[in-house]
């Protein structure tokens, strides 16, 4: 199965490292990042083991948590790619960023 990292994805990872960098850890930064992108490919193996979101369920999101953050994807209906939407820290309303 094909994970696929979107664009905001993309740019959410950017913005963790920025943000972790920025509070005097650049290595560190470039370690977490690295984490979450290994996190996002291992939905490959185990793809509906996480839940979907509460009353969002016919949209088919789903989220995987990785230390304060999380990790939005779906399963594309052929089954053969996971889109990851958004990674987001857990503190943020998630809610009004997926589903505005």
């Known amino acids: ?51 979907l979101i509460p009353r969002y369920e016919e949209r088919g999101i789903r989220h995987r948590v990785h230390g304060n953050y999380q990790i939005f994807y779906r399963v594309v209906e052929a089954g053969d790619r996971i889109d990851v939407l958004r990674i987001l820290n857990s503190r943020r309303d998630y809610l009004s960023i997926l589903f505005p």
């Open 1 to 51: 199965m094909f994970v696929d990292i979107t664009d905001d994805a993309e740019f959410d990872l950017e913005e963790i490292g920025d943000f972790i960098a920025h509070k005097g850890s650049p290595k560190r930064a470039e370690m977490f990042v690295e984490e979450l992108e290994r996190a996002c490919m291992t939905l490959a193996d185990t793809p509906l083991l996480f839940p």
